[in-house]
Each structure stands twice: as structure tokens, then as C-alpha cells.
């Protein structure tokens, strides 16, 4: 998987400051195994995206406009594809086909080796869409991403709001699910697929929608607010694990959420800011973390589900 370096200053600190947020009183488990966190790469300008395609992780340097393999070959992770117009969040379709949410391009895109760069969806109702952030597919392929304007540049947002979409690709169909968060970031579905997890970055908080067959939403609800101006980190990346335990990224690191009791049970230091996160290995017990210009992996006694889609 690259080269792996355990032994930095970072990592150190990193252990001791998890060591000690697990005497909190909010840590209640012991999910992660701190000791286990290494630096999986390095070198990048602002990683982002990680998602795992069963074998391997797929993670893009969004400045750098390039998308990276993360493999268990030694040496620099190579570049599977460039430029990606600054593609941010990636995952796999029930096909195996890599879907992107694009900053640059404010689409959403598929990309196979074969074909390349397909756009899957550019426009609500006519509009050009923001700069879609992050992605998650359904089993049945049912397609949701958020829309926040950090990508925008030059550009006048076209739709007016931040958004959270569900798209059906084989009818073009488009569903609102949300235009009132400020800055709608992660997003990740429950085990079961009828909840819909939202981080919104400006706010620091998580939102739960039930997501009906259609694609409609209903009952949107705070889960949790993890506000803490003290300490570097916001809510960014999402996901579940098969326990429907929700992990985010979180002012300090990784934030792990019971969403039945609306508050955080197990935190996870980081060296650098946290940026996204994804479930991967042979089991989908180990974490991978994107932050800043690093990508790290820490084993878990958990397990993820599906791909990371959730």
C-alpha cells in the first residue's frame, strides 16, 4: 500500500491525543485501535475523495487535478487518471464504475477505463449546478450528491441555494432534497438505505433525512453538533458502518456518532485536518482518512458495508 511510516512526531502526538480523548466522557467504545495509524501517502496539495473499489483506493488531489490508485506496491501511489476537473468526491456505482463529483466541470461525472470522462448530470431545471462535493450511490442506482459553491471561482451560482440532490440516471430525473443547508458536505445512507446522513460544513452539525424509494425526503433532523472553535477540524466526509454507527470528520479528527442517541461515543485524533474518510482492506475494518496533503489508515474493530458508497 505505498510506504507506510509509523514513527513521526505527528502520529505520535496523534496516539497521545486519541489516548486521551478515550477517557472523555463522551467515548464509550473502543472502535478504534490508535496505535494501528500510519501514514499511507504522502506529498499532495489537498487530498480528498477516498473510496475503495475492493482492492484498492481511489482519492484525488484536488488542486492538483489528478486522481491517484493507493496500492500495495511500494512507492508513490500512481495516477489513474488527469486532469479530473478537480474532481473532490468519488465512489462506485453497484457496476463497479467510478462516479466523481466535479469542482471544476460542476458535474457529476463516470469514469471507466475504457470510456473515460462521462457526464452524468450538469443542470437542475436548466441551471448549471454549483460544484458538486460529494457522492453516494443506492443499491437500486438511485444517485446523491450535494452542491456547495466551493468550487465556483469566477463563477455566479446559476441554482441559488446549496444543495442535496437525488438523481435517477435512466430518466434524468431530479429530486431536491434539501436547499436550506449552508454548506451541505459529506453524505453517507444507513445499512438498511432509508436514512440519509448530511454534513454541513458551515454549521459543524449532521442531519438525518428518511429517504423514500422515489428519492424523496422526509423528516430531516439534527443528529448532532459538533461545534468546537478551539480546536482546527469540521464536519466534511460521512459514513456508517454495519452497526449504523455514522463516522465524521470533526474538529480534531474522526467523530464517531450514535445517531439514536444524537451524540458522539468515540473520537479519533488526527495529525493533520481531517478532510473525508472511507471504509477499505479485505474485511472493511480499516478507516482511511484524507487530510490536507496526507492520506492515513488506522485499523478498526469495526466493519464497513457495501463499498464506500456509505
Known sequence: MGKAWRITAGLAAAWA????????????????IPESLELAATGYTFTEGPAWDGTRLIFSDIPGDTVYILTPEEGPPPELYAPSANANGHTFDRQGRLINAEH?????????????????????????????????????????????????????SEVGFSGVFALEEATGRMVLIDDALSRPNGLALSPDETVLYVGDTATQTLWAYDLAADGTASGKRLVVDVTDESTPGRVDGVRVDSEGR??????????????????????????KRATNLAWGGADLSELYITALTDVY????RAKGIGSSSR
Do not use: H
Not at 443542470?123 to 459553491?149: A, M
Open 17 to 32: 491525543a486519541s489516548a486521551a480523548l478515550a477517557q472523555a466522557p463522551e467515548a464509550e467504545g473502543a472502535i478504534f
Open 104 to 156: 471544476g466541470s460542476g458535474a457529476i461525472t463516470r469514469w471507466t477505463p475504457e470510456g473515460g470522462r462521462q457526464v452524468i448530470m450538469d443542470t437542475w431545471q436548466g441551471k448549471r449546478l454549483n460544484s458538486p462535493n460529494d457522492v453516494v450511490v443506492r443499491s437500486d442506482g438511485l444517485i446523491l450528491f450535494t452542491d456547495p459553491p466551493y468550487g465556483l471561482g469566477e463563477r455566479t
Open 246 to 271: 455514522v463516522y465524521i470528520t470533526c474538529p480534531g479528527g474522526i467523530c464517531v456518532v450514535d445517531p439514536a442517541r444524537g451524540r458522539v461515543i468515540e473520537r479519533l485524533a488526527t495529525p
Open 297 to 300: 489508515r488506522v485499523s478498526t
